[in-house]
């Protein structure tokens, strides 16, 4: 889930992720669901360029992630 608030050079998202992980897909279980949300800020530079400073917490703590152009 992503939601968006943009103007034309700053752009502002939140984002909620929900997953599990296991060594086996068979060993994978509900109980074990993991959830983070956070922000990220975005700033275009001329028309190729994206910076973007992106926060995240989780139940293991917060993380800060900066770069250039698009995490996927």
Known sequence: MNDS???????LALF????TVAPALHA???AETYISYGLSFRFTLERMALFR??????S???NLVVGFGNSF
């Open 60 to 62: 293991e703590g917060t």
């Open 16 to 19: 909620y992720d929900a997953g």
């Open 28 to 30: 994978l279980t509900s």
């Open 53 to 58: 400073a992106d926060v995240g917490f989780s």
């Open 5 to 11: 608030i943009r103007a034309e050079r700053l752009g």
